[in-house]
């Protein structure tokens, strides 16, 4: 199993650009989310879902977009990129919501210029 | 929601010496607490986890402690080694709050 798979590691953007930050799990999880991650502000939760076809907001949802047609894959987009989007972003999954160990992928860091 | 303070945010520790970070939560409906431990440069990885229905857990070096009535949990590492010179989350459900982390480092 290859677990959490983020695509990609690196990437800068240019303000008003706009990128999809991809996020797949071969576990067959239904729930995954989206975190980010800033200095001294720990993991915060942007969106989830409890499966195919159902996303909630997290915490900090602006600016940001997710649609979840398949088990596997969450991935999450920004439509028009601002430099508070700044941050490292970490994709999980887990087996149910809230109560349940979750798996982290390997992170992807995002710089917006 | 949720809301999920962790304190110190930087630890420092001879090796062999034992490290506590503590986490307070204001939900008392929160009954699941997991520990994440983040190497630099990789996603957070459970170490140990508590539920409501248990005040103390421990796995070889590590335990977990739960005071629901004062709503805190506190990480307890003993015979600290360099290897676990990490970060680490505390969370709490059930909208998944975490800590805003704990920078270890264990000096040899």
């Known amino acids: 199993n290859a677990g959490v798979t983020q695509t990609p590691k690196f990437q800068v953007l240019k303000t008003g650009q706009s990128m999809t930050l991809q996020c797949a799990q071969d576990?067959?999880?239904?729930?995954m989310s989206w975190y980010r991650q800033d200095p001294g502000m720990g993991l915060r939760l942007i969106h989830y879902s409890v499966g195919a076809g159902i996303t909630d907001q997290g915490e900090v949802p602006n600016g940001y977009n997710v649609s979840r047609s398949t088990t596997e894959d969450f991935p999450l987009r920004l439509l028009s990129a601002a430099p508070s989007q700044t941050s490292v972003y970490f994709c999980a999954s887990s087996f149910g919501e809230g109560d349940r160990e979750q798996y982290f992928g390997p992170g992807t860091r995002l710089t917006v210029t | 929601g949720e809301n999920v303070e962790q304190h110190p945010s930087t630890l420092s520790v001879q090796e062999g010496d034992s490290a506590v970070i503590k986490c307070t939560y204001s939900d008392s409906a929160s009954n699941y607490f997991p520990w994440y431990k983040q190497e630099l440069g990789k996603g957070p990885q459970l170490i140990i986890d508590?539920?409501?229905?248990?005040g103390e857990k421990k796995d070889q070096r590590i335990a977990v402690t739960l005071n629901k009535t004062a709503k805190h949990f506190s990480l307890h590492i003993t015979e600290t080694q360099p290897e676990d010179s990490a970060v680490y989350f505390c969370a709490a459900s059930n909208d998944m709050r975490f800590g805003a982390g704990t920078r270890l480092t264990v000096k040899p």
């Open positions: 508590i539920r409501s229905n248990v």
């Open positions: 576990m067959n999880h239904e729930y």
